[in-house]
């Protein structure tokens, strides 16, 4: 998307993924945040520090996010278009990088989709919302906790992305049962989400993964410091906040994720695993980046 999407004429090959203007957004959701960001988790850290940097992170390669589940978007929206799904919720979104991939794989199966994104920041909202009308697409927008969202009229379709992981599982039941009061009936949720078998509970960087981190990230800043519009020092002097802010709660099984729909009024329709990408380290215990471990793939149909 970029510009419009186009759909080839080779049933075998997918369209081509839509552009990221990254170079033109980063600098935007760093300025942003400074302003907008008002949520704060657990430790009282607000999430200011997170999509500040979020954008740098995807520009520089070391963030990993929706776009490598793209071929299983396209299979999925697909079928979901097949059975009628227009109206879309894209339920949390970091930027506009989700949203964008759903609507090149729904504009792909042939569909026109009406979209909202809902988050309970306003910072990735507006990227979103900037994003939509860079490439001439409304994008609607919810600042809202999901648990306290009611829809003026339901959709057929909720997507998300690594949201089971970021709340505590005791709220899980509690989100899954409001998906299921967002979607009419036979609508579905289409989801990503990594699975970490032997992981505590709560995971956060350790101070080993935090040095990594900040050599990590002031390395490949230097490397391509001609490309940014921010000092590689000033890009990596931010280690310390954001290692602050990222605690994810691990998904731990394939049967974790089907009980929880299958309890809160869904049929588990499809639930594959992708393989880790080689290029990546598999064994890393913290919330970590660009990486390797397993995802799950997953559509849930309401009964």
């Not at 600098?27 to 520090?49: D, F, M, Q, Y």
């Not at 799904?85 to 792909?108: E, F, K, M, N, Q």
């Not at 731990?252 to 499809?270: H, I, T, W």
Request: hydrophobic residues 45%; contains cysteine.
């Amino acid at each position: 998307m970029g510009g419009d999407t186009t759909v080839v004429s080779d049933a075998s090959l997918p369209p081509p993924l839509p552009e990221e203007p990254l170079a033109l957004s980063a600098p935007l959701a760093r300025a942003w945040a400074k302003t907008l960001c008002r949520h704060v988790n657990e430790s009282g850290i607000s999430c200011a520090v997170y999509h500040g940097l979020w954008q740098d992170l995807r520009r520089l390669g070391l963030a990993a996010g929706p776009r490598r589940g793209a071929q299983f978007f396209l299979d999925a929206f697909h079928d979901a278009v097949r059975a009628g799904g227009r109206r879309i919720l894209v339920s949390g979104a970091v930027d506009y990088c989700l949203p964008a991939i759903v609507l090149w794989a729904a504009t792909a199966a042939g569909a026109k989709p009406d979209l909202t994104v809902i988050d309970i920041c306003e910072t990735p909202l507006r990227l979103c919302a900037w994003y939509g009308d860079r490439i001439g697409v409304e994008i609607g927008t919810v600042r809202s906790d999901i648990l306290d969202y009611e829809p003026a009229a339901p959709y057929d379709i909720v997507v998300a992305h690594s949201l089971l992981s970021e709340i505590p599982p005791a709220a899980r039941g509690r989100l899954i049962a409001k998906w299921r009061d967002c979607l009419v009936p036979g609508g579905r949720v289409i989801g990503v989400n990594r699975v970490r078998p032997d992981a505590p509970e709560v995971l956060w960087f350790t101070a080993e993964q935090t040095k990594e981190f900040h050599e990590l990230l002031l390395r490949e800043a230097t490397l391509h410091a001609a490309e940014l519009d921010i000092a590689p020092e000033e890009l990596a002097a931010s280690t310390d906040s954001y290692v602050a802010y990222r605690l994810v709660y691990p998904l731990r099984s394939r049967e974790v994720l089907s009980a929880l729909f299958e309890d809160n009024g869904f049929r588990v329709a499809s639930l594959t695993a992708d393989v880790p990408d080689p290029r990546y380290p598999g064994n890393s215990q913290g919330p970590t980046l660009a990486g390797g471990p397993v995802h799950l793939k997953f559509v849930a149909i309401r009964q």
